[in-house]
């Protein structure tokens, strides 16, 4: 059974300089009342491990507005202006990966992976320092596994078990996050007493922690 | 005809019936505008779902359904969705069969730059890396020169790349040109030019084929 | 729109001496009428990529018995008695692997990485010829993507547009087989004209071919 | 009882609420007949699927829903299905919190060898080197000697691994032994047996723990 709490509770438990993993794209698919709840808290210091930094006023680009990340690996960040201002002016780390090799990361850190070869980012800036090999006559990066401490997820509908289920693209990087953080918290849309267990996205047993958001 | 109606028209030829197609925001979301009858096309949306529609009717947009962009998207009867690692499984792994991207620089090696400036902000590369790297067939899509004039085309990028030798079309409002092992091949012009014109417009050197270059039709 | 065949059509596609992955778990999710086609075929020197090999008289077991396969992929043929014969007396090359491992490197195939590292197998005798490499402080071994020419896949429902959806643990192997072949060939139970978006397990896009087992 | 009753009585205590569980044929098996009142577990299946709950009926099987053995299933409500890269990356990941492996040999590192023989023929290693590897705690249950009253708790194991330095726990009708840095440590033995006698059936040195040796309770 997963704990139902508030998003306040989810928002205390995460303490200055934590990791986190956000789902979303765009901030479609992100957990707005957890990025409220931690907003309010104002912990800061963290480490954001997202797709982006969403838009000022949604997703976790709230955050990045209220200053609480020191560093933050992403693949985009041009929908909102203040991480770039941020970043041009020394406030904050930025890590820049490839989508598709960003997501990878973190699911090898959730399945247990010690890193991968990907063709993609040979022969650019993302290459740097980075170990190459030729691979079936192909140049490949070797790119290595991302974790974090939390993972806050957006899921349509939960049941009481954990069990996720996303709609449409409000997927996106939600159910690799949901492998790859020591604790998950999930918000939903929709509260049921369990689903079909073909229509099962994220298992149940990988979420800690559901706050409603139909109550 | 604007520079996108002229890119879109003769780029949505490119695409042979029944592709996996990813086009990039800006100039390449026109191609779609322009698809020839009896075309069939799955555009995939990397943030997760194959074959989306038009743009809902406003008042009827779903806030979970948006492309790369973050706009609402409308899904077709036969359209699925997928998570981000799914997504670029199906890009890296070589089974998206076109996609088409803008350009800041294109080389004849087919080298892309389109992502940064030094000394500039960089906003991420998001999936264009992916989507360049792992596509079967990359299309550029461009203005033929800058805003100043200066030529796109180059013997080398001199801004970082987003992937290495991997565009296979360069297309403008002047011209197509197929990239080759033994560098670029013009293989057609726009009705209004000439092929003293374009190579003058490029800093690569244009090869012309033995069986001739073709006049651009819309 | 996906192509709909005959099992015997599907058989008709494979040359001697092609690589071919087939779904299924001890047969639950393998596809039991193309498997039948494959042995009237009677196509000879194949390579078998799958869990295990069945048995005698279900899945690619049947395969075994009329002596199909030149090498066989997997990760246990305890079940079918005939592939440890074929094996002892040299008449059949094995390569065992983890299972974990193995349906990673079907991944990894479809998916266009060039490999990666994992913990399982160190220290045993998967681990021999393997480079290795110590990773956040764990051994790790270096795996190789698999890729054949055809997979087979069975699927619960099918829709007109080559989109699948599986049943229980009749999913198993078969969505990571759907990435990491040329051509791509589904039987399905029961086909309909399109399903939920998100209902679908694996794309229609990758799917050539279905062979309908409802007619 | 017999030994399966035993190590199942005893082997089912150390688990802990909530612990998502997976269980070797055979004797591990056993374990799930004697889980504790108040302790829920969440079993996987690692062909896919975690929840499942009693044999089905006769005539009321799913073709579709087995076990790692191909035996029938049901699934309980909140259970869930997954494919099999899904399914061995929870293995891997570390999100299994128990693994319960029979055994030919395991030894005073924790090495664990039950998957082949040299010479005999080898039906391969399944899910059994992810699940030794991955799991955060590894269970290996057994009679204390095999069928000749040869120790198969040795000093270091003769067969070929399944996995390296990866057993927790090693359970059998005589005894509860405990995997440490500094060797196996003898936390429990069976009422009818002696420190000796289970020390003499066992070929690594049992260490005593100042705390004392505690008989078993089933």
Known sequence: MAKIITADEAAA????????????????????????ALVSSNVKNLTLICNDTGWPERGVGKLIINKQFKKVIASHLGTNKETGRQMSEGELEVELNPQGTLIERI???????????????????????????????????????????FAFIKAFVGDKHGNLRYQATGRNFNPEIALAADIVIAEVDHLVDFMDPDDVVTPGVLVDYIVRRDI | MDVR?????????????????????????????????????????????IGFGPTPEKGFENPYLTNAGANPLTILPGGCYFDSATSFGLIRG?????????????????????????????????????????????????????????????????????????????????????????????REIAPNTTIEEVQSKTEATLTIPIEGVKVMEY
């Not at chain 1, 993609?120 to 030729?134: C, S």
Request: charged share 20%; net charge negative; aromatic share 4%.
């Open chain 1, 107 to 149: 699911r090898a850190g959730g399945v247990g992976l010690g890193g991968f070869y990907t063709p993609t980012g040979v022969g650019t800036p993302v290459a740097e320092g980075k170990e190459t090999r030729v691979i079936n006559g192909r140049e490949m990066l070797l790119e290595m596994p991302l974790r974090g401490k």
């Open chain 1, 13 to 36: 438990m995460v303490s200055d300089g934590d990791t986190i993993l956000v789902g979303g794209f765009l901030a479609v698919g992100s957990p707005e009342a957890i990025c409220d």
């Open chain 2, 5 to 49: 109606e002229k890119v879109g028209r003769r780029g949505a030829r490119l695409f042979k019936d029944g592709m996996l197609v990813n086009l990039g925001i800006g100039m390449p979301t026109s191609l779609s505008n322009y698809i020839p009858e009896g075309i069939k096309l799955h555009f995939q949306t990397e943030n997760g779902a």
């Open chain 2, 94 to 186: 070589g089974h998206v069969d076109a996609t088409v991207l803008g350009v800041l620089e294109v080389d004849e090696k087919g080298n892309l730059a389109n992502y940064m400036v030094p000394g500039k902000l960089v906003p991420g590369m998001g999936g264009a890396m992916d989507l360049a790297t792992g596509s079967k067939m990359v299309v550029v899509v461009t203005e033929h020169c800058d805003k100043k004039g200066n030529p796109k085309i180059l013997k080398q990028c001199s801004l970082p790349l987003t992937a290495k030798e991997s565009v296979d079309w360069i297309l403008s409002e002047l011209a197509l040109i197929e990239v080759t092992e033994d560098g670029l091949v013009l």
